[in-house]
Each structure stands twice: as C-alpha cells, then as structure tokens.
C-alpha cells in the first residue's frame, strides 16, 4: 500500500550502454525498472551481454578509490534526483565478477543510548538495528565484469525498489555527504571559504553548478575548520592562543591589536610588547610602557598577571604569552563607519571553546538592532584589560575622526568594566569617546 512513508521508487537515470563494445553514445535508461525480480547470481558470460546494461567506457575500473570518487557518486546523483539518499554497503569479489551492493541510507536504524539513569537524557548512537522489520528494505546490486573490465546492470535482477519507513524528500532538502562530493567542488568550497565568502552564497553556487552539490552549513563549517587547520603543518601542536594568532595573521580581511609578554632567555625579566596589524601593512610590534595606565594601586596589571599564567594563552613554544587581543574585519570596519554614533559592548565568561572571556562591541542601529564590529579575547577581567582595550586597541583599529563622533556608549558587562569605562570618560582620554 502507497503512502507517505511506504512508497516504490519512481526513476533512477544512469546513463548505459546496450552492448560493451557499442559505438553508440550512452543513454539514459531507467534502471529502477530492472530490480526488485528475485534474481540474484549473475556469473555471465560475453554471450549474454545483450541482457545487460553497461556503464560508459570510463567506467573500467573496480579499484576503491574509483568506486568513491566516481562509480557511487554516479548512483548516489541520481539516488538524490529521485528523493532519497543512497548508500553503497558492501562489496564482494566472486571469480569473474565484483558485486557492489547498495541501500538506502535509512536502512540503519540508531538506538538511543542504554544510559537510564533517572533524570538524564539519553544520549548517543549506535549502528545496531532494532528489529529487521524496521530496516527499509531499498537494495540493489551492480556488477564489474573481471574479463572485459567493465561495469553493468542486469536487465532482469534481484533487490527491492520499495521504501519504507520514510518520506520522499525533495532533492534541494538532501544534503550531500561529505565522502561523495565531487573533489573539484570540494577545492571550490575550500577557496570560497578562504576568500569569506558568506556560506550561505557557496551554498547557492554549489546548488546551481552542473553536479549541484548541496552542502549544509554545519558541513561548511566543518570545511572551514579544517582549512584552517591544513593551513599549519603543525596546528596540532599549537596552544590555543597561538591558533586565534595565526588564524588572524592568514586572513587578510582581519586586522588586530594584541598585547603580549615576552619572556628574556635565560632570565626572568618579562616585556610587555604590543602587536598590531592593519589593513596593507605588515604587522609592527613595539613595547608598550604600562605607566600610561591610570590604575588604583590595588589593581591588578599586566606584568603581574603575565607572571600568574604562560601556559594555555603561551605563544612561540611559551617564549611569548598572549595578554589580550581586539581585532576586526574588513566588514566590521565597514559596520562601524555606519553605525559608529551609539555602540554596546558585553563580556561573555564561559562559552568559548577555550573558556576564556570574549570580549564583543556592536554598533546600534536606528531601530535599535544590533551589529558586531569588534571582539577581543580577554584572559583577565582586570582594570587593565578595559584600559588597554578602549584606550590603544581601539584607536589602532579604527579611525580616530569616527571615534571622536560617538555620542554615546551603551555598556552590559561585569562591574569591573563599568567601573573603569565610566572612570576613563570622566577623565577625558584623548584616545577615548567624549
């Protein structure tokens, strides 16, 4: 019975061949229609070809890297076409021919994890069926003729062409999977993402070329990562703050301010040095005298806190240590010459991968929504910190004639911030807002 979730496969174009040595260029044909007969062993011989469908020329190879990269990329197209994702399940080589077998990727079933402890949510998954009956019995199988070296489809052969237990689904709502893109529009989404391309235009680009790729964000991001990480031979070995450095330094639609403590060899002395980068120069590095700091006695500073911690914000094998670091983009720049009039900042403790504050400042804009332009990672909540953040870090980002329009500064973060915003407006810094 045909309904919602139990349903007959329509269609599944592969574009085939009626006889090995035909000259003819490959049509496509309808090889849903040859499935599901009951008929499973197929040791042919060339005699018999004329009952089989054949795969183009190209296809003449049974290797694993060709059936990844190029035979089950050519089903799993036309799996999508027809509404549904296929898998390739296993294969098995008989004395004259290889036999790849296919299912449809619900056919496994996840179970929830066995943890039941009261009050706990049960989490995790595992490939175990349930029960056979819950499987979506969608299966075929194709075949790799070993004498004349190519791919074909019985005319007459085993399988079921029935799902159940799921939806057909339209085509732009499958994703792809990762292993069964095409390498040339994987290497598109690498450049695309390392230009900052929004990750939804990729989407659109990869949907509208000829194989139309559709990847989900969460698939893109993934991406994004491990381009990131190819980048450094060594990111495994990198400490954290040495990752947000060199993530910074590579991208060059960033630029930022960092304020770092450099350790002498073979002393204790430690330097406070600050870095900058800005948009068409090279990145300069000065040191930077804390005496410009109008601190409470009590208050802590950077020299004292550079002593406390040199291991996870360690950068350089622990030579430098990473104090605080601003930076922005070439968007975030361009968000804060429009909406640089009135701006809010917040302090976010916990959230982060590394588990370090972030820092965050947004312009407002005239019905009251908010627009990122600038973020930090702050190791300390100290006066300093907010000191060296709105007195060096911003001016070295931003322009100063647009500094000096702000009329107005929103602030929403711990008590210690406000504290010192409120005393350096008082005072009237001349790098600070009027």
Same mark, same amino acid.
């Given at each position: 019975?045909?309904?919602?979730?139990?349903?007959?496969?329509?269609?599944?174009?592969?574009?085939?061949?009626?006889?090995?040595?035909?000259?003819?260029?490959?049509?496509?044909?309808?090889?849903?229609?040859?499935?599901?007969?009951?008929?499973?062993?197929?040791?042919?011989?060339?005699?018999?070809?004329?009952?089989?469908?054949?795969?183009?020329?190209?296809?003449?190879?049974?290797?694993?890297?060709?059936?990844?990269?190029?035979?089950?990329?050519?089903?799993?197209?036309?799996?999508?076409?027809?509404?549904?994702?296929?898998?390739?399940?296993?294969?098995?080589?008989?004395?004259?021919?290889?036999?790849?077998?296919?299912?449809?990727?619900?056919?496994?079933?996840?179970?929830?994890?066995?943890?039941?402890?009261?009050?706990?949510?049960?989490?995790?998954?595992?490939?175990?069926?349930?029960?056979?009956?819950?499987?979506?019995?969608?299966?075929?199988?194709?075949?790799?003729?070993?004498?004349?070296?190519?791919?074909?489809?019985?005319?007459?052969?085993?399988?079921?062409?029935?799902?159940?237990?799921?939806?057909?689904?339209?085509?732009?709502?499958?994703?792809?999977?990762?292993? %069964?893109? #095409? =390498?040339?529009?994987?290497?598109?989404?690498?450049? &695309?993402?390392?230009?900052?391309?929004? $990750? +939804?235009?990729? !989407?659109?680009?990869?949907?509208?070329?000829?194989?139309?790729?559709?990847?989900?964000?969460?698939?893109?991001?993934?991406?994004?990562?491990?381009?990131?990480?190819?980048?450094?031979?060594?990111?495994?070995?990198?400490?954290?703050?040495?990752?947000?450095?060199?993530?910074?330094?590579?991208?060059?639609?960033?630029?930022?301010?960092?304020?770092?403590?450099?350790?002498?060899?073979?002393?204790?002395?430690?330097?406070?040095?600050?870095?900058?980068?800005?948009?068409?120069?090279?990145?300069?590095?000065?040191?930077?005298?804390?005496?410009?700091? %109008?601190? #409470? =006695?009590?208050?802590?500073?950077?020299?004292?806190? &550079?002593?406390?911690?040199?291991?996870? $914000? +360690?950068?350089? !094998?622990?030579?430098?240590?990473?104090?605080?670091?601003?930076?922005?983009?070439?968007?975030?720049?361009?968000?804060?010459?429009?909406?640089?009039?009135?701006?809010?900042?917040?302090?976010?403790?916990?959230?982060?991968?590394?588990?370090?504050?972030?820092?965050?400042?947004?312009?407002?804009?005239?019905?009251?929504?908010?627009?990122?332009?600038?973020?930090?990672?702050?190791?300390?909540?100290?006066?300093?910190?907010?000191?060296?953040?709105?007195?060096?870090?911003?001016?070295?980002?931003?322009?100063?004639?647009?500094?000096?329009?702000?009329?107005?500064?929103?602030?929403?973060?711990?008590?210690?911030?406000?504290?010192?915003?409120?005393?350096?407006?008082?005072?009237?810094?001349?790098?600070?807002?009027?």
């Amino acid at each position: 019975e045909q309904s919602s979730n139990n349903w007959t496969t329509s269609s599944i174009l592969i574009p085939c061949l009626s006889h090995p040595n035909s000259g003819e260029a490959p049509a496509p044909i309808d090889v849903s229609k040859c499935f599901g007969h009951g008929i499973v062993n197929h040791q042919m011989t060339p005699l018999l070809s004329h009952q089989h469908y054949w795969l183009p020329p190209q296809y003449n190879q049974c290797d694993v890297k060709f059936r990844q990269q190029e035979l089950i990329p050519l089903f799993s197209r036309a799996c999508k076409e027809a509404g549904f994702i296929l898998n390739a399940s296993r294969i098995q080589n008989n004395k004259t021919t290889v036999r790849q077998e296919f299912e449809c990727s619900r056919h496994r079933i996840f179970q929830p994890s066995k943890h039941t402890k009261e009050g706990s949510t049960r989490r995790g998954t595992t490939h175990r069926a349930v029960t056979k009956e819950n499987l979506c019995p969608f299966s075929f199988t194709i075949y790799f003729h070993k004498e004349l070296q190519r791919w074909f489809i019985p005319k007459i052969g085993g399988g079921c062409m029935c799902h159940s237990g799921h939806c057909q689904i339209e085509k732009n709502y499958l994703s792809d999977p990762k292993r %069964r893109v #095409d =390498p040339a529009e994987l290497e598109l989404a690498v450049e &695309a993402i390392r230009k900052n391309i929004p $990750l +939804s235009s990729i !989407q659109a680009l990869l949907k509208a070329r000829k194989n139309g790729t559709n990847l989900t964000k969460a698939q893109l991001k993934k991406i994004r990562q491990m381009s990131v990480l190819s980048n450094s031979p060594s990111a495994s070995n990198m400490s954290p703050a040495e990752r947000l450095v060199h993530n910074l330094q590579e991208n060059p639609l960033a630029f930022y301010c960092m304020l770092t403590a450099v350790k002498e060899v073979g002393s204790n002395l430690i330097t406070i040095k600050k870095t900058r980068k800005r948009a068409g120069a090279n990145t300069t590095t000065e040191v930077f005298d804390g005496s410009q700091m %109008r601190l #409470d =006695p009590n208050d802590d500073t950077p020299l004292a806190h &550079a002593e406390i911690i040199m291991d996870a $914000l +360690s950068l350089d !094998q622990g030579q430098k240590l990473l104090l605080c670091i601003g930076w922005t983009t070439e968007e975030g720049s361009r968000h804060f010459a429009m909406f640089h009039e009135t701006f809010g900042v917040d302090v976010t403790n916990g959230t982060n991968r590394e588990q370090r504050g972030m820092f965050r400042a947004a312009g407002q804009t005239l019905d009251g929504k908010n627009i990122p332009f600038w973020d930090a990672l702050i190791a300390s909540g100290a006066p300093w910190v907010f000191h060296w953040l709105f007195c060096t870090c911003l001016p070295e980002l931003f322009p100063q004639d647009l500094l000096n329009k702000c009329t107005k500064k929103n602030t929403e973060c711990n008590k210690i911030e406000r504290k010192e915003t409120k005393a350096l407006m008082n005072r009237q810094e001349k790098v600070m807002l009027p």
